[in-house]
T-cell receptor, first 117, second 114 residues
Framework: DAKTTQPPSMDCAEGRAANLPCNHS???????VYWYRQIHSQGPQYIIH???NNETNEMASLIITEDRKSSTLILPHATLRDTAVYYC??????????????????FGKGTHLIIQP | NAGVTQTPKFQVLKTGQSMTLQCAQD?????MYWYRQDPGMGLRLIYY???????DKGEVPNGYNVSRLNKREFSLRLESAAPSQTSVYFC?????????????FGPGTRLTVT
């Protein structure tokens, strides 16, 4: 899987849009961009994923640049409950994943998003 | 629809004891996974099962065994617990089809080995 780079922490005011950047300059053509988050002491939660087009669901929007080397996760109206560590993960689309025999997700350090009241 | 459930939520073991962590999903997913998360660290894959009847090692399989009992259930066994296995264990599942392999996680089991 391609490596990703995220800022270690970010602040955002409650009610504003939170924009979380991710760089994945070595992404290859068959790799998707996935976003997960982990609220303290809970299991990770899937948010959204995309290949090259922008995607939106009930939780967030994902904007992927045309060259696919970076992306931004947008939480349109952040609430205090959105305080969490957000992980950007790039991984192949094929099943089963053939990289090193492991089909799991590789979680980096992520971005600790703190929503301020 | 409970998603992914794990039992127990908490467990304390003495070194050398054995136990089995249980995981079940009700989403009819093909693939299931076991991860561990040490304090301040990211998740590391222990074992996974791409489909019913198959299991494969992940990044940190030593000291663990798994059983894919049926499509719903995937258990993780510690045969002889060691303090280094003190961690939070997460089970996850996914559809396991191309482009639809986002993973859904359970609430975790917090294991302490003394």
């Amino acid at each position: 899987d391609a490596k990703t780079t995220q800022p270690p922490s970010m602040d955002c005011a409650e009610g504003r849009a939170a924009n979380l950047p991710c760089n994945h300059s070595t992404i290859s053509g068959n790799e998707y961009v996935y976003w997960y988050r982990q609220i303290h002491s809970q299991g990770p939660q899937y948010i959204i994923h995309g290949l090259k087009n922008n995607e939106t669901n009930e939780m967030a929007s994902l904007i992927i640049t045309e060259d696919r080397k970076s992306s931004t996760l947008i939480l349109p109206h952040a609430t205090l409950r959105d305080t969490a560590v957000y992980y950007c993960i790039v991984r192949v689309a094929s099943i089963p994943y053939s990289g090193g025999g492991a089909d799991g997700l590789t979680f980096g350090k992520g971005t600790h998003l703190i929503i301020q009241p | 629809n409970a998603g992914v459930t794990q039992t127990p939520k908490f467990q304390v073991l003495k070194t050398g004891q054995s136990m089995t962590l249980q995981c079940a999903q009700d989403m009819n997913h093909n693939s299931m996974y076991w991860y561990r998360q040490d304090p301040g660290m990211g998740l590391r894959l222990i074992y996974y099962s791409a489909s019913e009847g198959t299991t494969d090692k992940g990044e940190v399989p030593n000291g663990y065994n798994v059983s894919r009992l049926n499509k719903r259930e995937f258990s993780l066994r510690l045969e002889s617990a060691a303090p280094s296995q003190t961690s939070v264990y997460f089970c996850a599942s996914s559809e396991g089809v191309k482009g639809r392999n986002e993973q859904y996680f359970g609430p975790g089991t917090r294991l302490t080995v003394t």
